[in-house]
């Protein structure tokens, strides 16, 4: 169920996105988004479900819904879309991977190399892999052309955190190199399953990572900063601290056509958005509060918009796109 935003959403800064769509999608908080260039959102929350919407005229209808056993909470779920269709991934509280393929309700595949949690996955469509992180303390690399089939595949354990792995990327321009943050306050870069660097400097549980170069990365993480990287120097270059002065929990990237815009959510429900340089330094931007209590995740849709996970799933657009 879709509505148009009408919820009391207030905002500070120069910013120019205003909220558009408010999704009815769960009967529990929304713990993690995905998306696709067609448009597509992936929601999962700890209802147990996940779902899946489909766009239209600004109007989002729901076109897929599947239930988890005894309605496990689904905190991770990750979106990998082909010329041959689409393939969801969906992270349970046991520490499985189901797989469903596009327009199935049942999974193709369960993965079970994880025996916790599983509390982020990261598709890099590129290099067709998934990376899953738990609170295990393992990441696994899965290959995505192979979970399809009935023959058998070698993941790659990532081992070395000794806390919950809570953030997971890759290096797209660097094959085979991954990146990996924790409750145990590091972040390690990794060559195939080889600790190459642990990186040191927050002083609360990592997040979120996204690479933005084959020799920069963002951090994100509960003591409220984002923390600009360089995997060469292995230096912390720059660091961006939240107006919000809340746990961060989750950034995504616009697209690079839309000016470089980088948005973060977290508790108390805010949202913040940030003009990012070429280099990946910030500049902040906008900071909106919305009805929420805790903002779990949040999407940057192909069309511009933004989206964050919540109560509801709450959708953002540009002002002026609102009036066209």
Not at 8 to 27: N, Q, T, Y
Not at 118 to 123: E, I, P, T, Y
Not at 209 to 234: E, H, Q, V, Y
Not at 247 to 253: R, T
């Amino acid at each position: 169920m879709a509505s148009s935003g009408e919820m009391e959403v207030s905002g500070e800064g120069g910013g120019s996105f205003m909220l558009s769509c408010v999704i009815a999608a769960h009967g529990g908080d929304v713990k993690s988004l995905a998306g696709s260039s067609s448009e597509f959102i992936v929601s999962g929350s700890r209802d147990g479900s996940a779902k899946v919407f489909s766009q239209r005229l600004g109007r989002y209808s729901e076109v897929l819904s599947v239930m988890k056993p005894s309605k496990m909470a689904v905190n991770a779920v990750a979106l990998y879309q082909s010329s041959d269709g689409w393939l969801i991934f969906v992270g349970r509280k046991d520490g499985a991977i189901a797989v469903f393929a596009s327009d199935q309700s049942d999974p193709i595949r369960l993965l079970h190399q994880h025996n916790s949690n599983v509390s982020a996955l990261h598709v890099d469509s590129v290099n067709k892999v998934i990376i899953s992180g738990s609170w295990d303390c393992k990441a696994i690399v899965w290959p995505i052309g192979d979970l399809s089939t009935k023959e058998g595949f070698n993941a790659l354990g990532l081992m070395g955190h000794t806390m919950s792995v809570w953030a997971v990327s890759s290096v797209v321009e660097m094959p085979g190199y991954y990146l990996t943050g924790s409750a145990d306050l590091t972040i390690k870069f990794w060559k195939n399953d080889i600790e190459m660097h642990s990186f040191t400097g927050h002083n609360d549980v990592v997040r979120n990572i996204i690479s933005i170069s084959a020799r920069r990365f963002l951090s994100a993480a509960n003591d409220s900063t984002i923390r600009l990287w360089d995997l060469i120097d292995k230096t912390c270059l720059e660091v961006f601290s939240s107006s919000s002065s809340e746990y961060i929990y989750s950034m995504a990237l616009l697209p690079t056509e839309l000016g470089g815009v980088l948005a973060c959510c977290g508790e108390s429900g805010f949202l913040e958005l940030w003009n990012m340089k070429k280099g990946g330094e910030l500049q902040h931007e906008q900071i909106l509060a919305t009805p929420a209590q805790s903002t779990w995740c949040v999407l940057a849709l192909a069309n511009g918009d933004i989206a964050t996970g919540a109560e509801y799933v709450f959708v953002f657009a540009l002002i002026f796109q609102l009036f066209l």
